[in-house]
């Protein structure tokens, strides 16, 4: 069975690899030619342990080659990206001209037995959409499309595993779709199991999951606000309360970032904004959260003209994502008020990052005053240097 993955990053190219890796033979492609001569030239362009290894392996075998050309296929995985925008009103719209577009693609080459499946997150009733722009490209009748969406859950930095041992939704539009997808998902599966279901039920478990972490997150958030008030540690109360069998609070930070956590709960508060009341407040909570951050770090400096050094700016620690990140969002807010800010991200290769100064772990430390805002391994290695400066630990990395 031949495979297309269209959209090789930091979700199609592990999906691609872990498919090759289960026996398929499996082409990558990707609108972005120089994804395409980075991987033709036996390099990964992102940042995920054991992704080179396995890659190397897979290409090696020969299940696994990359085209700028979309041809022909059994099969066509769709990991392309859904972000959101803002319209004139500033109300948050999901951007699905990503998916229209490799859906027209796809369906330019579709056969009638052929299978796409939607790997990316996307709102209610975009699997139909895609259905119905297959159909228009390939004069397939809509209702003999075989489309399935299956979203992705894994987690960066811990890919390769969950990969295989998450367990799998596969929201399929016809029963035929619901077969063929889950017997792939089958093959590659170590110990996840598949569960099948039809398509709008999929959509909105997948924005359901990531809305649920948004929630609790927002949770954590406001009590930081309210413990820094009350003069308590935040992160000893949470671990307290966690003691309780039945209670799980994660962890409060300086907001939330990334391409799914912070972006996915739009996607239901587009369709049903009289409605999703929780989910509104959840995102208001934590998209305020760089702004207090922000005032905190200014009433603490000592002079207006001091330094500030952020230490980390990717979303989360240990990854190279710097998509809706609110480490960069606190220092823009700083920057506006008129703060020097420098800042660390030892995972962006770039001096500059979105005009913060990105400098070496030696240079920052140099800055009058620190704030903390992810835990990468380079910082928790070296508490000691960061202790001797004033900081502000927004992830209670330092205890
Ligand atoms: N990154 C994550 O941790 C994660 C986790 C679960 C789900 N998701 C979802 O997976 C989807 C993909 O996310 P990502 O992080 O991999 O995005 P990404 O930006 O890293 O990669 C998307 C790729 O798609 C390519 N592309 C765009 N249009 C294309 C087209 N028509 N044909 C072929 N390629 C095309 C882009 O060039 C890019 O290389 C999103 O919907 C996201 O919400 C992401």
Redesign the pocket.
Known sequence: MKITV???????LPTAITLAEAGFEVCG????KK?IETLQGGHIHIVEPGLQEAFEKAVAHGHLHFSEELGKSDVFYI????PFFKDENGSHKADLR?VE??GR?AGKVLEPSNLVIL???VPPHTSEMLARVLSEESGIPMNEIHVAHCP???I?GNMMYELKNNDRIVGARTPEAAEMAASIYEKVLEKGVVHKTDDLTAEMCKLTENTFRDVNIAYANELSVICDKMGIDVFELIKLANCHPRVNILTPGVGVGG??IAVDPWFIYEQFPAEAKVILAARERNENKPHFVADKVVAKMKKVTDTVGVLGLSYKPDVDDLRESPSIELCHILQEKGVKVIACEPFAKDTEVQNIPNVSFEEVLKADYLVITLGHTLFKENKDKIAEKPYFDCVGMME
């Open positions: 269209m959209g090789l990053g930091y979700i199609g492609f990707d609108v972005n994804t990991s392309v990206p859904t990503f577009s490799a693609m790997e990316s997150t992705e859950r894994v960066p391409h799914c």
